[in-house]
């Protein structure tokens, strides 16, 4: 067979493809539209490391701090500022007081100039909203006049909220906000260490499992349709071609069909990729100049899905005959075999066991046998639903007509049916062990506070103690505030300088400290001892018995070899009264000495630092706007913070917020195929359906059937994916060395999730099949 | 009507002999049971018959039974005779000459005064109908060789109102080529 | 023209339109129990959408179907229905056979949709199969059998339930001429030993020769050969 002879074969099919008259038209429309969309999805998800990269870059360009010690000195080249950054609503935004202390003072990236007091300069998607109206309580907030804009090049996105205000009298390492001198912008250590182990794995998994159903998506894409090709191709044979040709044939179509998937595709990518600037996806907006896929990526996608639709096209062929009249389909397949089936799932166990551990040590997984490990196990899945179907219906007894119906047509081809929920199936499954990843390392990369949000939702660090009183009151004033507690801290030592023993000295009335312990009594001036109760090893009992020692004094804010200290004397009473803690105290960590204003010394002050801690009505819709309103106008450098009870590192939420939106976008997409494949085999039974009708079938036993035909493969396939996706959560937390727990609400949800997809489909297709049985179905005859 | 009347009785009978010598009478009821279903052959005609495939060597007297009477005779069938029936079966049968049927001349007619032509077709159709019916209704209660004869006879009646339908559906061109 | 009393079905002056083309244009039909009536005429004269009215299937324009007293064309959809599933029994040209039920299972299939039990209907269905001589296919699925059988196990099907009136759409148009015979010997005596009155749609004279009586549909209009005569 020579290569001219291929190749007239494979333009042949391409010809059809495009020429086939409507119907031929119509599936390869189908067909490109689906290996579009799963191009498109491919096309994002190799351009997420160049978006990673993009915006990292532009963190590190714009990070702002200096992990010094000491502040830096003055000079003409430095410049004060202050992390004013806020909330509007559930919208974080990036601000930052700029206090420039000469001529060479560093600007910002995205800034060409500096703002001067009362100005600021706002990144366009913060100018709009506060322009909006609807922010008028960030506006407020943000009393400063707008006097330019900030370019992309400081900004992560374009819907990124920013501002930079100019500032006089900021005060480094002072309370509050952070508050640094630079001397230039830029991350001081930039980011050299080794990625973590356990979130690399991570990634792998993550882009596997969402990779793997937009795989089996464009497979299924490929197949749209098959049936009528087939008839086509009979046609072929009829007419002279043999066996092969018509396979070549078939090849050129699905290779067509995919290449214009192909162009479809990158017409998607890229008019998503002008959309990309304009959405927030979980709060997180995109340049679309960062969505550039990677050449070499982009082009291993312009080889592979067209080398995998002919695959795909060639492999469904194996099981089918074209003859001349007709297309027949191997008489009675094979039983499907268990075997090689669990030994795909079993493979993949082993090339992960002996990375079981690892995460612990610091050690490193290998990123291929992590990838080939999880592959294994989620085409398990699509290797073991079909045996699973067929063995599961096979033992099914017929029972009310529709469910005998659904019976019968999963019994006859319970391959097809369950082909269409295999993506399905995979997603779930991969979203299961990820999940359970996710919920098993969460201990890992979360700081459990101690704090309890319920005794107090805000926290304000002031940046100057004196402003305490004043700001507790104004604070309490203010609408939706049920409780304000003003309280301020500092460190203790048993010597002026180089202490050994470190404990806090609390200041605050009785009415504050009693937010702290249990006080039996209380009076302006009055001073106790507090044990916190995580202090509670022989150390830290040494450590208090050396500061806190009745009738001697202890110092304030002691000096250290390199610090200078304020070294205050306060004298512990001679008869030290010990509070206890209380088990839902508001500063959880603290252990030393609480004292009443009137007991602490005068030079004492400048040390402290101020908090206020803010109880308020959470059902008064933006009640944390106006708290945070009162706090900017009392003191503009205050850091407010929510009190959560746990803290969350930042690259483990961004990570899992990856993955949520790639399991929505997949879950769409599969929706969509499903609902594709079920409407032409609606259409292949249209006559049928007809007749069925004309018997006097109620619509309603043929609606129920065909949602018996999609329910029940898909029950057997969610029950297949939490089991394997359990069964690969559970090894993928041994490899990070985390306790195996099962979520099940999660695991319910995500198999919910799947559910909902193909009952939305099936509801999807009842108009198309009330339609498809109106009695004039029967009048092509 | 399911009679075999433009049949070749001689070579009938001849075909009758060659699964063994006969007497005059048992051809005639072995014709009859076969063929004969509409009108029994006439003992005369068979004797007749016999008399000239005797004078042409197509069969011979195999023997006479002792007694009165020409049905005494014993006849078998000769080489020659047997010869003569494979060459009757082998030779094909002129298709009649159909183009001057009266159907055909009364549709033309019909046109030709201004009547309605598929009146005729349809009075036929329901005349014909009416015969294959009855030839429908024979059939399911006969035996194998009434179903042949029967089906033989419906296949020309139907082909009779093939060509009535063609000929309804072509009124309209045949109409402005016979008045015009 | 009036139907001689003891008719069951009676159409009077039906008209139905698709679109801007009149497929029946005053039309009309009766048939008595134990009678087959053949509707003949060619290709889209209206042939079929006259079955499809009679049947209820299709909702004519105007006009009047009185089945056993009652008005057709008044009742709903589903009352349609509900009549179709027990009084009625339907043979189409491709059998309509469903492809992944067993024999027996699309021969009991009109049963079970009026409710009877399953081992009922299939116990039922078997001795129409054996009628028929097809009972040994009753576990093939319609996909294994011939065209032939698989029209007898249709035409089982359409009997099953005891229909009044048996609806046949071209049933021999897709058999050679041996298959359509016996496919019609066996309609035809099944129907007349219950006294099922079968309306017949076909092009073909020797299928409806089987008829006791046959109308012609042309233009949308039709023509009782037995009486206009």
């Known amino acids: 067979m020579s290569a001219r002879q291929y190749a007239r074969d494979l333009g042949m099919g391409a010809r059809f493809a495009v020429t086939g008259g409507r119907e031929g038209w119509v599936r390869t429309a189908l067909t490109a539209v689906g290996v579009g969309m799963g191009v498109a999805l491919l096309l994002l998800t190799t351009a997420l490391p160049g978006v990673v990269s993009a915006r990292h870059a532009v963190e590190e360009a714009r990070a702002d701090y200096t992990f010094a010690v000491h502040p830096l000195p003055k000079g003409d080249d430095t410049l004060l500022l202050a992390d004013t950054g806020t909330w509007w609503r559930t919208k974080s935004v990036r601000g930052r007081l700029l206090e420039p202390e000469g001529p060479k003072a560093p600007l910002p990236p995205g800034v060409d100039r500096f703002p001067a007091k009362g100005e600021m300069l706002v990144s366009p998607a913060l100018g709009e909203l506060l322009a909006s109206g609807d922010a008028q309580l960030l506006r407020e907030r943000l009393p400063y006049r707008i006097t330019g804009t900030i370019g992309a090049k400081g900004l992560l996105g374009p819907r990124e909220l920013v501002y930079y205000a100019g500032a006089e009298g900021l005060k480094p390492k002072a309370g509050g906000a952070r508050t640094e001198r630079l001397r230039t912008f830029g991350d001081p250590q930039p980011d050299t260490a080794q990625a973590d182990p356990v979130l690399l794995m991570m990634v792998l998994v993550v882009f596997v499992v969402l990779l793997m159903p937009v795989a089996v998506f464009i497979a299924a894409a490929v197949r749209f349709g098959g049936e009528r090709r087939d008839r086509r191709l009979a046609a072929l044979r009829l007419v002279g071609a043999d066996g092969r040709t018509t396979r070549r044939i078939a090849a050129g179509e699905a290779l067509a069909g995919s290449l214009i998937g192909l162009v479809v595709g990158a017409g998607l990518f890229l008019a998503g990729r002008r959309i990309a600037g304009s959405v927030t996806v979980m709060g997180e907006s995109f340049y679309p100049a960062y969505l550039d896929p990677s050449p070499l990526l982009a082009l291993l996608v312009a080889l592979a899905v067209p080398a995998c639709a002919v695959l795909v096209t060639l492999l469904a062929m194996r099981g089918v005959v074209i003859e001349p009249l007709g297309v027949v389909r191997t008489a009675v397949p094979a039983r499907r075999r268990l075997w090689w089936r669990l030994l795909l799932p079993l493979a993949g166990l082993a090339l992960l066991y002996p990375m079981f551990g690892q995460g612990h040590s610091g050690g490193d997984f290998n990123q291929y046998l992590v990838i080939a490990g999880v592959l294994l196990f989620l085409i398990g899945v699509t290797a073991l639903l079909p045996w699973l179907v067929e063995r599961a219906v096979a033992r099914l007894d017929p029972g009310p007509l529709s469910w005998h119906l659904a019976v019968r047509r999963l019994q006859l081809s319970s391959g097809t049916a369950a082909r269409t929920v295999n993506g399905v199936a995979v997603a779930v499954a991969g979203a299961i062990a990820l999940q359970m990843l996710f919920a098993g390392v969460q201990g890992q990369y979360e700081k459990n506070t101690g704090k309890d949000p319920s005794r107090a939702q805000l926290e304000i660090a002031l940046s100057d103690h004196s402003r305490v009183g004043p700001a507790a009151a104004a604070i309490a004033r203010t609408k939706g505030v049920r409780a304000s507690v003003g309280l301020a801290t500092a460190s203790l030592g048993e010597k002026p300088r180089d202490a050994d023993a470190a404990l806090d000295v609390i200041v605050g009335d009785c009415a504050s400290l009693r937010e702290l312990a249990h006080l039996p009594s209380c009076r302006d001036g009055d001073t106790f001892a507090l044990a916190g109760p995580e202090y509670g090893t022989e150390f830290d009992r040494a450590s208090r018995d050396a500061v806190l020692r009745p009738g001697h004094d202890a110092y304030i804010d002691p000096g250290y070899a390199d610090v200078q200290g304020l070294s205050v004397p306060v004298a512990v009473p001679e008869h030290l009264r010990w509070a206890t803690a209380r088990g839902d105290s508001l500063m959880p960590r603290a252990n030393g000495l609480l004292v009443t204003p009137a007991a602490l010394p005068k030079a004492a002050e400048p040390a402290l630092s101020g908090e206020v801690f803010v109880r308020m009505d959470q059902a008064l819709p933006d009640v944390q706007e106006y708290v945070r309103n009162t706090a900017a106008r009392v003191d503009p450098v205050a850091d407010i913070m929510a009190v959560t009870p746990t803290e969350t590192s930042a690259r483990y939420t961004s990570l899992r917020t990856g993955m949520l939106i790639g399991a929505s976008c997949v879950l769409m997409l599969i929706g969509a195929s499903l609902l594709v494949s079920q409407l032409e085999q609606l259409r292949e039974r249209r006559k049928l359906l007809s007749a069925l009708v004309a018997f006097g079938t109620r619509r309603r036993t043929l609606g129920l059937s065909v949602l018996w035909q999609s329910a029940l493969p898909i029950t057997l396939g969610l029950l297949l994916a939490a089991a394997v996706g359990m069964g690969l959560g559970a090894v993928l937390l041994r490899m990070s060395a985390a306790e195996v727990t099962v979520v099940w609400p999660d695991v319910l949800a995500l198999t919910g999730v799947g559910a909902g997809v193909v009952l939305a489909v099936t509801l999807l297709t009842l108009p198309p099949l009330l339609r498809m049985t109106r009695p004039d179905g029967l009048r092509t005859e | ?180 | 023209m009036t139907p001689p009393d003891g008719s069951l079905l009676v159409a009077r002056d039906l008209r139905k339109s698709y679109g801007p083309t009149a497929a029946l244009d005053g039309a009309a039909f009766s048939v008595h129990p134990g009678e087959v009536v053949a509707v003949m005429g060619p290709s889209g004269s209206g042939k079929s959408t006259l079955l499809h009215c009679l049947a209820g299937i299709v909702r004519p324009d105007s006009g009047s179907i009185t089945y056993a007293g009652r008005e057709l064309t008044t009742l709903s959809d589903s009352e349609r229905s509900a009549l179709r599933r027990g009084e009625f029994g339907f043979v189409f040209q491709f059998g309509q056979l469903v492809p992944e039920l067993t024999c027996v299972e699309n021969v009991a299939l009109p049963l079970r949709l009026n409710g009877t039990p399953r081992k009922e209907a299939e116990r039922a269905a078997l001795t129409w199969m054996e009628r028929l001589e097809v009972d040994d296919l009753r576990r093939k699925r319609p996909g294994e059998v011939s065209g032939g059988q698989g029209q007898r196990v249709a035409v089982a099907r359409a009997l099953v339930t005891g229909p009044r009136v048996v609806f046949a759409d071209e049933p021999t148009g897709a058999l050679d001429s041996l298959n359509g015979e016996r496919v019609m010997e066996l309609l035809t005596d099944a129907a007349r030993s219950t006294d099922a009155a079968v309306v017949l749609v076909t092009h073909e004279a020797r299928v409806a020769a089987w008829s006791d009586r046959e109308i012609v549909v042309r233009d949308g209009r039709s023509r009782d050969m037995e009486r206009s005569a």
């Open chain 2, 1 to 180: 009507m399911c009679s075999v009347l433009a049949m070749s009785i001689g070579h009938t009978l001849l075909g009758l002999l060659e699964s063994g010598p006969r007497h005059g009478y048992d051809l005639k009821r072995a014709f009859d049971d076969t063929f004969g279903h509409d009108r029994p052959l006439a003992y005369g005609q068979v004797y007749a018959t016999m008399s000239r495939l005797l004078r042409n060597g197509l069969v011979e007297v195999d023997g006479i039974e002792a007694g009165d009477g020409p049905d005494r005779k014993r006849y078998a069938i000769t080489d020659a005779g047997i010869t003569d029936v494979e060459r009757w079966l082998a030779s094909p049968e002129k298709p009649e000459d159909y183009l001057r049927s009266t159907l055909y001349t009364k549709v033309v007619l019909a046109l030709l005064t201004h009547r309605d032509a598929a009146d005729v077709l349809d009075t036929q159709r329901s005349e014909h109908l009416r015969t294959m019916r009855v030839l429908t209704d024979r059939k399911r209660r006969g035996d194998l060789a009434d179903q042949l004869i029967c089906d033989h006879a419906l296949f020309h009646l139907e082909a009779d109102l093939r060509w009535l339908e063609l000929t309804a559906a072509r009124l309209d061109r045949l109409r402005t080529e016979v008045v015009a």
